[in-house]
């Protein structure tokens, strides 16, 4: 929980310390880290996100079979380390490879996020989470699913219907939507832990008789 909140702590900080310098309706936010404080901010926040499925992913989420979610969540989080270890690329440099290692990173961080998001709702009821889990992780499914897509044909497809020109609002919906999701599960992860108290030691009994 922690690490979300220092996550989502950070993206704010920036957007509040950055609003002149990086549009956030035209740019994405990986802008922040050219300029302070997000040069710092934001690879601490994107690490923060990579740390908290990373503790998922070895603590588990509470659901049954879940261990291909849990495997994602792992690959999840070695993505979002190299989206915050390689910068993205300036209107100078271009797409360095460095930016280019960024760039997909960062979109496969989004897509497995995503699946994981969509195989927890599939079993949720299954593991008899609570309503507001259930509904907010099918939520978070559908709206990262959409917010993706469109953020994909804004980024690769610029022109068609000026994507271009608003391609960090999708971007922006997307990663609150994967905030939230990561949240839920930490929630569901918390809820379904159940200590179970020691087994009292067996209880051996005596020989009935003894050796004459």
């Not at 300029?35 to 601490?44: K, S």
């Not at 839920?184 to 008789?209: D, F, H, K």
Request: with cysteine; hydrophobic share 60%.
């Amino acid at each position: 929980m922690a690490a979300v909140a220092a996550s989502q702590a950070g993206f704010a900080v920036m957007h509040l310390t950055q609003y002149e310098a990086v549009d956030a309706v035209a740019v994405p936010v990986s802008a922040y880290a050219l300029t302070w404080p997000g040069i710092v901010l934001f690879p601490a926040s994107v690490l923060s996100l990579a740390l908290a499925c990373a503790i998922l992913a070895g603590r588990g989420i509470g659901l049954a079979r879940e261990g291909l979610a849990r495997f994602l969540l792992g690959a999840t989080a070695v993505m979002l380390v190299a989206a915050a270890v390689f910068r993205t690329g300036t209107p100078e440099t271009g797409l360095t490879p460095g930016a280019q290692i960024h760039r997909y990173s960062a979109g496969a961080a989004f897509v497995l996020l995503t699946v994981v998001a969509g195989l927890c709702a599939a079993r949720m009821k299954e593991a008899k989470a609570p309503d507001w889990v259930r509904r907010g992780t099918w939520g978070a499914t559908w709206l990262a699913a959409l917010m993706f897509v469109t953020t994909a044909l804004n980024t690769f497809l610029p022109d068609l219907a000026g994507g271009g020109d608003w391609r960090g609002i999708p971007q922006r919906v997307l990663l609150v939507a994967l905030s939230a999701l990561v949240w839920i599960l930490v929630a569901n992860s918390s809820r379904a832990t159940i200590r179970v108290p020691a087994a009292a030691p067996e209880v051996v009994p005596a020989l009935a008789g003894a050796r004459s």
